[in-house]
T-cell receptor, first 112, second 114 residues
Framework: GESVGLHLPTLSVQEGDNSIINCAYS??????FIWYKQESGKGPQFIID?????DKRQGQRVTVLLNKTVKHLSLQIAATQPGDSAVYFC???????????FGQGTRLTINP | DTAVSQTPKYLVTQMGNDKSIKCEQN?????MYWYKQDSKKFLKIMFS???????INETVPNRFSPKSPDKAHLNLHINSLELGDSAVYFC?????????????FGSGTRLTVV
């Protein structure tokens, strides 16, 4: 069946360092990928997305990399701040799917 | 102004009861969804409605019945609640029929069945 997984369930980084959160997906038909951030007691919040015709996309302090050959997605957060503490999800979809398939999530904690 | 609002935020109820969770979006979106997040934070779609029509009905027990009176509302009714129904339920909406048109989530309803 479809599955989107994460390599690490938890990640702890020092404030100011860069964070890298990884994600593996299994559906080779997926052509749209999104990273979400979920803070405690809140719903998932869109961070950045990427379509399969790209391999890199940058936002403010965040970069998403897509490697379709190995079906791998990563989220890089530059100069991690305390406010970045949250659970991060990757999700995938494809044209006509009308839904997102989410990965398990990675909890990012920031050490002062 | 909350874009996607769910009520209640917390719901504690006994096994066997029937309960409803309400969702409203003021974004003018055409599609609304219900997702379930289990204790391990795994998010899985349950239903989606596009303009009041059921589009997706995943493998969900028929004790769960969504109802969309209009395209701004998607309510979730659950009959005969079971312990395993305890989870956080998220409503979401998108402009078009798929997530690539922008997905907005509500803040969730934590359902605890005792």
């Amino acid at each position: 069946g479809e599955s989107v997984g994460l390599h690490l369930p938890t990640l702890s980084v020092q404030e100011g360092d860069n964070s890298i959160i990884n994600c593996a997906y299994s559906n080779s038909a997926s052509d749209y990928f999104i990273w979400y951030k979920q803070e405690s007691g809140k719903g998932p919040q869109f961070i950045i997305d990427i379509r399969s015709n790209m391999d890199k996309r940058q936002g403010q302090r965040v970069t998403v990399l897509l490697n379709k050959t190995v079906k791998h997605l990563s989220l890089q957060i530059a100069a991690t701040q305390p406010g970045d503490s949250a659970v991060y999800f990757c999700a995938e979809s494809y044209q006509g799917a009308q839904k997102l398939v989410f990965g398990q999530g990675t909890r990012l904690t920031i050490n002062p | 102004d909350t874009a996607v609002s769910q009520t209640p935020k917390y719901l504690v109820t006994q096994m066997g009861n029937d309960k409803s969770i309400k969702c409203e979006q003021n974004l003018g979106h055409d599609t609304m969804y219900w997702y379930k997040q289990d204790s391990k934070k795994f998010l899985k779609i349950m239903f989606s409605y596009n303009n009041k029509e059921l589009i997706i009905n995943e493998t969900v027990p028929n004790r769960f019945s969504p109802k969309s009176p209009d395209k701004a509302h998607l309510n979730l009714h659950i009959n005969s609640l079971e312990l395993g129904d305890s989870a956080v339920y998220f409503c979401a909406s998108s402009q078009g029929a798929g997530p690539w048109d922008g997905y907005t989530f509500g803040s969730g309803t934590r359902l605890t069945v005792v």
